[in-house]
């Protein structure tokens, strides 16, 4: 989920990348062998209980009129769809008229149980292919490791392709995004055209695509020319979403695609502090621009088959634990979530999350710089309402900002400490409190404040500062 730069590698710069990365990805590819075949062990009973009652629904994309259409059993189908981590809160993507959800693959889930729920509510599944990109040490000019990698996903598509809530294959994900926007090897969309190739063979029930992020959008001539068997693709996008309808005609994309992540902007997108702090949209800035990026994309294009949301969940941290969830850690809802009920159904909840207007210490503003002295006591305020008029409450943690991020979509990040005792005073039932800067000179820190209306609905946003 990252916007790059795209150049191609010479033969001498590949070859020392290669040699850099291959023990570090053998290491992997046993590891996930292993992982595969046991998880095939124990899901293999079910798997086959299920084909006996079960058939895989088919699936066909047709171009109609100035556009194209997905078809499932027979009927079109438009996905509306959501990103989901495990099967958390999957039931509220069926509940709130979703129809879809992406997951990934992954040796340490049981695959068959996500679908097997996934098809019990009414929703279908993009199923991810663990397809290596080269950030994960995969050699793209070394045969033999395609090679295995190419039986590996034949084993998954048969493993799994008669499952009715199959809809998609996604070859990989961003496979040509590498850390500090080094160059990829165009040997890697070969290698994703045999896969889709092989899925044609193996399982003409359903398409198969894979995932790009945007920028660089040049690649979209590599994949022309080199994935002639991909159904559609897959492009994740963050504030840049109003450009892909024109950047796909620009570079003669002739094939649907679907939306496969989207929502905030991303933290490399927004404005920061004078110190590099990323500033974080709240709740309700947040909401405003779903449903914006929905009604202009991918409602409205006809290239546009539909889309997946990024993120249902509440427990990813990527530069905050805020920023791309879209349920917070007690499972309340953000508005965010009531924008897509609303898109997906046509109908807004009942009851609506508090709206947030502003976040202030002493009265400055995120992008005023804010640079406070240790040790000392200032005073911030929150503005919110509710569109219901319901009694509002609030929870205020101050939480040091992360000195170390993840090279790619926040792996390996945790939230960081939260300082102790910060808050010293609530005034006028929390909306203004007084907080005491910690003692750490030089350090960052974000003051978050949580809004409830005590009804599952939750406001979030935080304010960066620095310590002097």
Known sequence: MAT???????????????????????????????????????????????????????????????????YRNGEPYFIKGARILGNKYMDKVAEYGGNSIRIGYSQNENVMEVLDEAHSRGLTVMFGLPFKAEREGFDYDDP?????????????????????????????????????????????WDAVNEVAKMIHEEDSAHPAMTVIGTGGMEKLKDLIERCPDLDLLGVNSYADIGKIPEWLRQYSWDRPYSVTEWGVSGHWEVPKTKWGVAIEESSTEKASIYHEKYSNVIASDPWCIGSYVFLWTSNRQETTHTWYNMFHDDGTEKGTVEVMQYVWSGAWPDNKSPRLDSLTIEGMFAKDNIALEPKGIYSATVIAHDPDHDILEYEWEL????????????????????????????IDNGQTVKFEVPDASGDNYRLFVYVYDGKGKVAVANIPFHVN
Do not use: S
């Open 4 to 70: 790059y730069a795209r150049i191609k590698r010479t033969d001498e710069v590949r070859a020392q990348r290669a040699k850099k990365m291959k023990n570090k990805y053998m290491e992997f590819q046993k590891a996930a062998l292993i992982g595969f075949l046991i998880l095939m062990a124990a899901c293999t009973k079910g798997q086959k209980q299920g084909q006996d009652t079960e058939a895989a629904i088919p699936v066909t994309i047709q171009q109609v009129d100035d556009g194209f259409q997905l």
């Open 144 to 188: 033999e490791t395609v090679g295995e990698q190419q039986g590996l996903m034949k084993e998954i598509v048969n493993t799994y392709k008669a499952h009715p809530a199959i809809l998609l294959w996604a070859i990989g994900n961003e496979l040509d995004h590498i850390p500090g926007n080094e160059d990829y090897n165009l040997k890697m």
């Open 399 to 426: 939480v040091q900002e992360n000195k170390e991020f993840g090279a790619y979509a926040g792996q390996g990040e945790t939230k960081p400490q939260v300082a102790e005792g910060a808050i010293k005073d609530r």
